[in-house]
């Protein structure tokens, strides 16, 4: 089966880039996600990338994928308070409708 | 439009009680999930339903069951509680093409406690 690795935790200064590091070991998927959990809540989606790209941009985050290594991160500039959640990767199985989740990374904030 | 709905939002059952957590989307989402999230273990899947009348295995499918009661709906059953259900659980649906094949919709999770 698919093993989406994360590390558990992050801390980072207000103001500061956060990066979280994402490791797979297979994927046949189109597309591969981040997820955000706020405190008390479900997941919701917050980015993806196209398994065909190496990075994308969307305001203050940067998807990098590194398809060779089977690695992905999500790069969050200019960190604020509001971004403290924890942070999933999710990798899409071969031949169904399920995804892989990681163990989630905790990103605190210190203002 | 509710998104994916999940009822109750907490519960504490004892060893060996029974219960039904229940789940409903308003997206007409084909494909619903039950996951159960553990510190450190990430999002474990229990059951899923790729489409109304079909059920199928997760990775932690022991001690419960499920229903796909129509395409809006899906449950899930604990029938002797153990303490090691002790968990949050989330329900969560998934539409049909593109970005959307893989993008799930969660509901905000029941959090259980059995004691």
């Known amino acids: 089966g698919e093993d989406v690795e994360q590390s558990l935790f992050l801390s980072v200064r207000e103001g500061d880039s956060s990066v979280i590091n994402c490791t797979y070991t297979?994927?046949?998927?189109?597309?591969l996600y981040w997820y955000k959990q706020e405190p008390g809540a479900g997941l919701q989606l917050l980015t993806y990338i196209f398994s065909n790209m190496d990075m994308k941009q969307d305001q203050r985050l940067t998807v990098l994928l590194n398809k060779k290594d089977k690695h992905l991160s999500l790069r969050i500039a200019d960190t604020q308070t509001g971004d403290s959640a924890i942070y999933f990767c999710?990798?899409?199985?071969?031949?169904?409708?399920?995804?892989?989740f990681g163990t989630g990374t905790k990103l605190q904030v210190i203002p | 439009n509710a998104g994916v709905t999940q009822t109750p939002k907490f519960q504490v059952l004892k060893t060996g009680q029974s219960m039904t957590l229940q789940c409903a989307q308003d997206?007409?989402?084909?494909?619903m999930y039950w996951y159960r999230q553990d510190p450190g273990m990430g999002l474990r899947l229990i059951y899923y339903?790729?489409?109304?009348?079909?059920?199928d295995k997760g990775e932690v499918p022991n001690g419960y069951n499920v229903s796909r009661l129509n395409k809006r709906e899906f449950s899930l059953r604990l029938e002797s509680a153990a303490p090691s259900q002790t968990s949050v659980y989330f329900c969560?649906?998934?539409?049909?093409?593109?970005?959307?094949?893989?993008?799930?919709?969660f509901g905000p999770g029941t959090r259980l406690t059995v004691l």
């Open positions: 297979d994927s046949s998927s189109t597309y």
């Open positions: 997206m007409n989402h084909n494909s």
């Open positions: 999710a990798v899409p199985r071969k031949g169904y409708q399920k995804v892989t």
């Open positions: 969560a649906s998934s539409g049909l093409a593109g970005a959307a094949l893989h993008t799930q919709y």
């Open positions: 339903s790729a489409s109304e009348g079909t059920t």
